[in-house]
Every structure is written in structure tokens, then in C-alpha cells.
């Protein structure tokens, strides 16, 4: 079936590639988007790729998605950790929806421990680097 995928990312990920490579790796947001594209295009799948620095803007995004996508991947970077919106928001939502973190966050600092995201999620791909967005990917496929 021909998907319609959504993938939001948040705060500080326009900066990937250049921010903490020894964390979140070498590739920029342009390398992953080209990937999760060619991912899509492979499948017949249509993608819409974007990134916010404001709360406010992904809640936006995440409502006008309801009824409008078949998925959402969404790393909501620092927000997974604080927003009770952008949970409240995706709880709205009733298509899968997967959680993406380049980063493990649970080998991190106890702060990130917590995700307001998980408990709204279908699933979570935490640790595998940019190729995590493939994986939130693949799962929507075999699903
Ligand atoms: C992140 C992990 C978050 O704790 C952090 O604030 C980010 C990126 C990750 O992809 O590993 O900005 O979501």
C-alpha cells in the first residue's frame, strides 16, 4: 500500500553533522532526508521531511497530519524530553507512529532518560545513528 510518511525532527537537528559528531554522528539532516527519500521513493511511498527549532510549530504540523498521513517518524530531539504538548499532540493521532533518537538515550545523562514521546509511540529506535531513520522505515513496511 502506498504510504503517506510524515518525519518531524526537532530542536538542534538542522545542526547535525557539525554538532557532536561523536554522539549523533557525521551525516547532516540533507544526508538523512536523502535517505529516508530514496527509502519512500523505493517503496512508492510519498514523504514529507521536515524540522523545527519551535515547540509550537511541530504541535502544528502533528495536528494538520491527523487523518492527512498513513505514518509518523518523529525525533523530537530535547522536546522528548520536556513536551507534554507534542505528546498530547500525537496522542490525536491514529496511525503508527515511530520515535527515532540517533543517540542511545538511556547510556546518556539521566535527564533524557524520560521520553513524553514513548508512551504515544507504536514503537522507539533509539542507538543506531542516522540509520535509525531506516529502521523506523523498514518497521513501517513490515507492519
Ligand atoms: C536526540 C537525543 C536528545 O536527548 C537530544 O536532545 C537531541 C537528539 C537524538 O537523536 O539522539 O537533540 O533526540
Do not use: W
Given at each position: 500500500?502506498?504510504?503517506?510518511?510524515?518525519?518531524?525532527?526537532?530542536?538542534?537537528?538542522?545542526?547535525l553533522g557539525m554538532r557532536e559528531p561523536e554522539i549523533y554522528g557525521r551525516d547532516t539532516l540533507a544526508d538523512i532526508r536523502s535517505?529516508?527519500?530514496?527509502?519512500?521513493?523505493?517503496?512508492g511511498w510519498?514523504?514529507?521531511?521536515?524540522?523545527?527549532?519551535a515547540e509550537g510549530e511541530l504541535v502544528s504540523w502533528i495536528q494538520e497530519a491527523r487523518g492527512r498521513?498513513?505514518?509518523?517518524?518523529?525525533?523530537?530531539?530535547?522536546?522528548?524530553?520536556t513536551s507534554v504538548a507534542i505528546h498530547d499532540a500525537l496522542h490525536l493521532l491514529d496511525c503508527p507512529i515511530v520515535e527515532v533518537h540517533l543517540s542511545n538515550i538511556h547510556r546518556r545523562e539521566p535527564f533524557r532518560h524520560h521520553s513524553?514521546?514513548?508512551?504515544?509511540?507504536?514503537g522507539v529506535i533509539v542507538g543506531f545513528g542516522a540509520k535509525g531513520y531506516l529502521l523506523a522505515l523498514a518497521a513501517l513496511e513490515a507492519g
Open positions: 500500500m502506498a504510504k503517506r510518511v510524515l518525519v518531524l525532527n526537532g530542536p538542534n537537528l538542522n545542526m535517505a529516508c527519500a530514496a527509502f519512500c521513493e523505493a517503496q510519498s514523504l514529507d521531511f521536515r524540522q523545527s527549532n498521513v498513513d505514518a509518523v517518524v518523529i525525533n523530537a530531539a530535547a522536546y522528548t524530553h513524553y514521546i514513548s508512551s504515544v509511540a507504536t
